[in-house]
């Protein structure tokens, strides 16, 4: 990788965080009523699930270009988790001072949810750690055992699946009990966290696919079913969370219900996005695939629907739709961050595939992925 193209790779999460951080830091400061305050803190912290795509991104990048340390093997895993405790005990906080007003009450249980989704970022980088083993493992013969002795230990091989499995876990359990009418707050409140927290438990679970791939490719145990189940899973989901929301925009008969319908069509997306890096993985896993390189234009696409609906939205000027088209703008600036993720995956895996594994017996085993 080009050493100016990785610095660009790097700095468009960064970028991105900034702009969702500085936008929820002006509508939390120029903006009146209680939509302004929850649209503000939920773009404000979903600028920290773009701080644990840049960890994800630096984490393969240093790899990729011969500079990767033992400080950054352990740091950007720590950033991540660092970034995700901060989130979630924000979020917590918020809801700790029940009765509060219901600004807070859906704020606090969609930045818990964003919380949520940072952890499994986070797994994402804590695979990546050994991301360059995937290239070497690529050459290997098809049904070759698994690596002895393995590049993770068993302790990590069950944890890093497991962490984005339980958050994912935590957060439907949550969205089930708002939905079903507990857990405090009015009711329209609770259709509004529930319906969000759906959305972001199908980013969650989509990302327990992701860390899977990465994992099981690393240590070799990646199987041909895999190439089809985990890209169909997060097709399924995001497919499910944009039909979800136009059911809801369908029969609404509440203006409070349109703005959570959006915001699961832009989670919906985003799931989407987590589907091409998914889908990338599969696609040039020990054999060729001329079309991988046009995976990338995946993220470019959900971030563009998701910036074309909030304009739709601001220039519909409905007020009960003007949280979803500030929120949308951060959905969008995530699924960037997801293009320089699947981008740098791309160039990381050799992109079309590369030589067989035949070829790559002729030169040593030295082929791309």
């Known amino acids: 990788m080009n050493y100016r193209i990785s610095v660009l790779f790097r700095a468009i999460p960064l970028l991105m965080s900034a702009v969702s951080a500085a ?7 120029h903006a009146s009523g209680p939509s302004a305050r929850v649209a503000g803190l939920v773009l404000v912290f979903l600028a920290s699930i773009c701080l644990c795509l840049f960890a994800t991104a630096a984490t393969i990048i240093r790899q990729l270009i011969d500079r990767y340390t033992a400080l950054d093997r352990m740091m950007y895993p720590v950033l991540g988790f660092a970034v995700s405790g901060v989130t979630i005990g924000y979020g917590l906080s918020l809801l700790a001072g029940t009765p509060g007003p219901p600004a807070d009450f859906i704020a606090g249980h969609v930045v818990f949810g964003l919380g949520m989704i940072c952890v499994c970022v986070s797994c994402v980088a804590s695979a990546s750690t050994r991301f360059v083993q995937i290239t070497k493992n690529s050459a290997l013969p098809e049904g070759s055992p698994p690596l002895t002795p393995a590049p993770f230990g068993p302790l990590t091989v069950r944890t890093l699946p497991a962490l984005p499995a339980l958050a994912s876990l935590a957060t439907w359990a949550w969205a089930i009990v708002l939905l079903a009418g507990g857990g405090g707050g009015g009711e329209d409140e609770r259709f509004t966290a529930g319906h969000v927290m759906v959305g972001l438990a199908l980013v969650c679970t989509s990302l327990i696919g992701l860390v899977a791939s990465i994992l099981r ?46 915001v699961l069509i832009g989670l919906g997306l985003i799931c989407w996005s987590i589907l091409s890096k998914v889908l990338l ?13 046009r995976v990338p234009l995946i993220p470019v696409g959900t971030a563009l629907l998701c910036l074309f609906l909030s304009t739709f939205l601001f220039e519909s000027a409905d007020p009960s739709v003007i949280i979803a088209a500030r929120v949308l703008v951060g959905l969008g600036g995530v699924c960037f961050s997801l293009f320089s993720i699947v981008s740098i995956l791309e160039s990381g895996t050799g992109g079309s595939g590369g030589t067989d594994p035949e070829e790559a017996d002729a030169v040593g085993g030295q082929a791309p992925l």
């Open 23 to 29: 936008l929820g830091g002006y509508v939390l400061a």
């Open 217 to 262: 490719q690393i240590q070799n145990t990646y199987i041909p079913r895999e190439r089809v189940v985990w890209p169909t899973a997060a097709a399924a989901l995001g497919a499910m969370g944009v039909v979800w929301a136009l059911v809801l925009i369908s029969v609404h008969t509440r203006s409070s219900q349109l703005a959570a319908a959006y």
């Open 281 to 293: 993985l599969a696609l040039v896993w020990r054999r060729r695939a001329p079309l991988a390189n």
